[in-house]
Nanobody, 124 residues
Framework: QVHLVESGGGLVQAGGSLNLTCEAS????????LGWFRQAPGKEREYVSA????????YYADSVEGRFTISRDNAKNTVTLQMNSLKPEDTAVYYC?????????????????WGQGTQVTVSS
């Protein structure tokens, strides 16, 4: 089992930047694909980004491609989402997720493990 704790959310103006960090703990967290989902008010949760256990491959939703960057540090068991050029439509609760299979995050959108979420608010 993997336990995920997010940090770094907050309020930022449009065009600004924020970094979200997730710390993973539990049984062999470095064996898991890590990623991020988000849920805006009144909307369903949506996939944002994912990174393989080695950090060699990263994936992004079209809505954030070119603005967000995902990275991981296996020595610290952390994954970071660097968010630039933020837009009001990026406002959401952001969730760190983990699964052994990347398809469960990127395609099926049903990862096994979820963090508690952190709020990101982008003002116009």
């Amino acid at each position: 089992q993997v336990h995920l704790v997010e940090s770094g959310g907050g309020l930022v103006q449009a065009g600004g930047s924020l970094n979200l960090t997730c710390e993973a703990s539990g049984r062999n967290p470095t064996n898991y694909v890590l990623g991020w989902f988000r849920q805006a008010p009144g909307k369903e949760r949506e996939y944002v980004s994912a990174i393989t256990w080695s950090g060699g491959y990263s994936y992004y939703a079209d809505s954030v491609e070119g603005r967000f960057t995902i990275s991981r540090d296996n020595a610290k068991n952390t994954v970071t989402l660097q968010m630039n050029s933020l837009k009001p439509e990026d406002t959401a609760v952001y969730y760190c997720v983990a699964d052994e299979a990347i398809v469960m995050i990127v395609k099926v959108a049903q990862p096994t493990y979820w963090g508690q979420g952190t709020q990101v608010t982008v003002s116009s």
